[in-house]
């Protein structure tokens, strides 16, 4: 008989967002007619159509294909030219910083990046990630064999948790021990929390001190609106010898249903054999992708090239805004209903501190029983998350209005 990966098997709890679509199923079936009045503001889902220049783009790529001439087969696995060199002159030589088109390389998601990162890291590393966090990075190192059971808590043997509180405004610190590969995401899933230049610093000198790694998620760099908050962790000097970035058209681009992401590998970029030798982690990623990946479609890379356009970057800039409109109306709202509210201004969440007495779960059963709204509990997050839910700002003006209508309403 064969033999299973038995470090699936630690993960007893489940994924958040299985457990959390299995209890609105369960409302769903026992209530049916408020089941018919449900919004959801759960899982970070984009709801606007994808913006028109896109859509033009989609549709001369399908005709592409249709003829002999301009019919595409496999292509690159890595990305084509035309793309890679686009987000490498817009995303960052335009801005001032150096990346090479090489050193970009197109996926179908940054989720997926984020976990298969690991094909090409050891197994001894001591891994580093945030608390609350989003549950990728936690449970694809579980996956991986990289912990060993989880505790009463949740918490993993094996994994160094970084505490993101209300006390370090959602921004972990770089810890006192020594580790080797550290998970930043900023502006932060769930927390809303953006990370200013000086602690971006503070974790690159870090790195270069201890030689370790940042897998650093950039996925929604596109709601920064303080400015002289970072962008791209290669604002930061020092930052190509030491990162790795990850970023996604999900979130601006409206590509969650399209699947269309990249990562920059800087040539830079160092790691250690078991020996001590010092290589580069671009080859290993490049064989990685080359090897497990068969490349992004044709048609889906046109469509994101779309958004790189004149009319593609305004499209992008008024599905941004209007997602942050409705950060703000809910984070007003929630306000108003007495609540203590986190993030909503350079991150399409807000994160919200439960009511005294309320744990996150028992929050989100009475959000959705009570209100017909469905939130994210933190404590799906991680231990630090527990008190705490999220609401998501993807949806519809209207319905964002009507959810905030509803959380005023709530009675704790």
Request: proline content about 6%; glycine content about 10%.
């Given at each position: 008989m064969?033999?299973?990966?038995?470090?699936?098997?630690?993960?007893?709890?489940?994924y958040l967002f299985p457990e959390i679509a299995r209890r609105v199923k369960a409302f769903g079936e026992a209530h049916p007619e408020a089941a018919a009045r449900l919004i959801r503001c759960g899982i970070g889902d984009v709801t606007e159509p994808l913006p028109?220049?896109?859509?033009?783009?989609?549709?001369?790529?399908?005709?592409?294909?249709?003829?002999?001439?301009?019919?595409?087969?496999?292509?690159?696995?890595?990305?084509?030219?035309?793309?890679?060199?686009a987000i490498a002159q817009s995303d960052y030589r335009d801005r001032g910083l150096e990346v090479a088109d090489d050193e970009i390389f197109v996926s179908d998601g940054s989720k997926c990046d984020c976990g298969a990162i690991l094909d090409i890291l050891g197994h001894r590393n001591r891994i580093a990630i945030t608390d609350p966090v989003y549950p990728v990075y936690v449970d694809t190192n579980v996956m991986a064999g990289h912990t060993g059971e989880a505790d009463a808590s949740g918490a993993f043997a094996g994994i160094h948790y970084l505490p993101c509180t209300e006390a370090n405004g959602f921004i972990p610190e770089p810890p006192k021990t020594a580790v080797d590969v550290i998970y930043l995401c900023s502006p932060n899933n769930p927390t809303g929390a953006a990370a200013t230049r000086p602690q971006l610093e503070a974790w690159v000198a870090y790195a270069r001190a201890h030689g370790a790694l940042l897998l650093f998620d950039a996925a929604y760099e596109a709601y920064i609106t303080e400015p002289g908050v970072p962008h791209s962790i290669y604002e930061i000097p020092g930052a190509r010898e030491c990162a790795i970035e990850f970023?996604?058209?999900?979130?601006?681009?409206?590509?969650?249903?399209?699947?269309?992401?990249?990562?920059?590998?800087?040539?830079?970029?160092l790691a250690r054999t078991e020996s001590g030798e010092s290589r580069p982690l671009h080859p290993l990623w490049l064989r990685r992708m080359t090897t497990?990946?068969?490349?992004v479609p044709y048609i889906i890379q046109r469509g994101a090239a779309a958004l790189y356009t004149p009319e593609g970057r305004q499209q992008v800039r008024a599905l941004v805004e209007h997602y942050l409109g409705n950060a703000r109306i809910l984070v007003t709202a929630a306000r108003q209903a007495g609540l203590k509210v986190f993030g909503g201004v350079n991150a399409p969440y807000i994160w919200v501190a439960a009511p005294s007495g309320y744990a996150s779960w028992q929050a989100f059963d009475k959000i959705l029983n009570e209100a017909h709204v469905v939130i994210t509990p933190g404590g799906g997050f991680g231990s630090q998350g527990e008190g705490y839910f999220r609401v998501s700002a993807f949806n519809s003006r209207a319905n964002a209005e009507e959810v905030a209508r509803r959380l005023q309403a709530l009675r704790w």
């Amino acid at each position: 008989m064969a033999l299973l990966n038995e470090h699936y098997l630690k993960l007893k709890a489940g994924y958040l967002f299985p457990e959390i679509a299995r209890r609105v199923k369960a409302f769903g079936e026992a209530h049916p007619e408020a089941a018919a009045r449900l919004i959801r503001c759960g899982i970070g889902d984009v709801t606007e159509p994808l913006p028109p220049a896109v859509v033009a783009a989609l549709h001369q790529a399908v005709d592409d294909m249709a003829r002999r001439e301009t019919f595409r087969g496999y292509g690159p696995e890595q990305g084509y030219d035309w793309l890679r060199g686009a987000i490498a002159q817009s995303d960052y030589r335009d801005r001032g910083l150096e990346v090479a088109d090489d050193e970009i390389f197109v996926s179908d998601g940054s989720k997926c990046d984020c976990g298969a990162i690991l094909d090409i890291l050891g197994h001894r590393n001591r891994i580093a990630i945030t608390d609350p966090v989003y549950p990728v990075y936690v449970d694809t190192n579980v996956m991986a064999g990289h912990t060993g059971e989880a505790d009463a808590s949740g918490a993993f043997a094996g994994i160094h948790y970084l505490p993101c509180t209300e006390a370090n405004g959602f921004i972990p610190e770089p810890p006192k021990t020594a580790v080797d590969v550290i998970y930043l995401c900023s502006p932060n899933n769930p927390t809303g929390a953006a990370a200013t230049r000086p602690q971006l610093e503070a974790w690159v000198a870090y790195a270069r001190a201890h030689g370790a790694l940042l897998l650093f998620d950039a996925a929604y760099e596109a709601y920064i609106t303080e400015p002289g908050v970072p962008h791209s962790i290669y604002e930061i000097p020092g930052a190509r010898e030491c990162a790795i970035e990850f970023r996604s058209f999900s979130k601006d681009g409206g590509f969650t249903g399209t699947r269309c992401a990249f990562t920059v590998v800087p040539k830079s970029v160092l790691a250690r054999t078991e020996s001590g030798e010092s290589r580069p982690l671009h080859p290993l990623w490049l064989r990685r992708m080359t090897t497990k990946f068969n490349g992004v479609p044709y048609i889906i890379q046109r469509g994101a090239a779309a958004l790189y356009t004149p009319e593609g970057r305004q499209q992008v800039r008024a599905l941004v805004e209007h997602y942050l409109g409705n950060a703000r109306i809910l984070v007003t709202a929630a306000r108003q209903a007495g609540l203590k509210v986190f993030g909503g201004v350079n991150a399409p969440y807000i994160w919200v501190a439960a009511p005294s007495g309320y744990a996150s779960w028992q929050a989100f059963d009475k959000i959705l029983n009570e209100a017909h709204v469905v939130i994210t509990p933190g404590g799906g997050f991680g231990s630090q998350g527990e008190g705490y839910f999220r609401v998501s700002a993807f949806n519809s003006r209207a319905n964002a209005e009507e959810v905030a209508r509803r959380l005023q309403a709530l009675r704790w």
